[in-house]
C-alpha cells in the first residue's frame, strides 16, 4: 500500500542564527558553506529511506519577526508579507512534520522551543492531529565550550512533548543532519499509516 513515492512537507523553525538554513543546506548538498542570508526557501529534495523513494519539500524560513513578542499572536509581521508569504499559522497548516532548532549556546533560542511546541500543537490539535511529527535539534554541538544548554534539558523537553531528539553540528557532522531528516521521515511515515 505505501510503497508508492511519497511527498512530505517539512517546515524548519527556531531562532535567528541557530543554523536552519546552514542544516537545511548541509542535508541538501552535504556542504558547509558558512554564511547563508535571510531568504526565505523551498526546496525539493528526494531521498530513499528503507527503500522507499520521498520527496521531502523544506521550508526554511527566516524566522525572528514572527517570535519577537509575547502576546500570544503568533502572525508574522507586516515588513515580511511579501506576496509568496503566509501568515505562520498557514505555515503551520502546510507541514506535514516539523524541525524545531536551538543552538546549545543560545539559552533563548532553547526557550523559544517550548513556544513553538505549544503553537504547532494548538494549531494541529484543531486541525484534529494529535501525535504532529516533531524532531527538536540542539545544534552548534562543536562549540560545546560555550555550550549554556544541556544535552539532558533538550532530551527532557523531547520527551515530555513526544517528540524525537538530536544533538548535532550542522558545521562538523553531515551523519548527525541526515539522522534529523530521515528521522521525521519516519516519523510522517508513521503517523499516515496510524491515522
Ligand atoms: P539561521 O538564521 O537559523 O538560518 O542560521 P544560519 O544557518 O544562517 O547560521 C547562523 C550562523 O551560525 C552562521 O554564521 C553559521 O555559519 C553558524 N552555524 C550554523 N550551524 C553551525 C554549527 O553547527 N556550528 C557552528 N560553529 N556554527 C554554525
Ligand atoms: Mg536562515
Not at 133 to 144: A, E, S, T, W
Request: with cysteine; aromatic share 8%.
Amino acid at each position: 500500500l505505501n510503497t508508492a513515492r511519497m511527498e512530505a512537507n517539512v517546515v524548519v523553525l527556531g531562532t535567528d542564527s541557530v543554523g536552519k538554513s546552514a542544516l537545511t543546506v548541509r542535508f541538501l548538498t552535504r556542504r558547509f558553506i558558512g554564511e547563508y542570508g535571510d531568504i526565505e526557501s523551498i526546496f525539493s529534495h528526494s531521498i530513499t529511506v528503507d527503500g522507499r523513494e520521498q520527496t521531502l519539500n523544506i521550508w526554511d524560513s527566516p524566522f525572528s519577526q514572527v517570535i519577537t513578542h509575547e502576546t500570544g499572536c503568533w502572525h508574522v509581521s507586516q515588513q515580511d508579507l511579501s506576496p509568496e508569504s503566509t501568515t505562520y499559522e498557514k505555515r503551520l497548516q502546510w507541514a506535514d512534520g516539523f524541525v524545531l532548532v536551538y543552538s546549545i549556546c543560545d539559552r533563548a533560542s532553547f526557550n523559544t522551543i517550548g513556544k513553538l511546541l505549544q503553537s504547532i500543537k494548538a494549531t494541529k490539535d484543531y486541525a484534529g492531529l494529535q501525535n504532529v511529527p516533531i524532531v527538536i535539534v540542539g545544534n552548534k554541538r562543536d562549540l560545546h565550550h560555550r555550550r549554556t544548554v544541556l544535552s539532558e534539558e533538550g532530551r527532557l523537553l523531547a520527551l515530555s512533548a513526544d517528540c524525537q531528539f538530536y544533538e548535532v553540528s550542522a558545521a562538523e557532522n553531515y551523519h548527525s543532519v541526515l539522522m534529523v531528516f530521515h528521522g521525521l521521515v519516519n516519523r510522517v511515515r508513521e503517523s499516515r499509516s496510524a491515522g
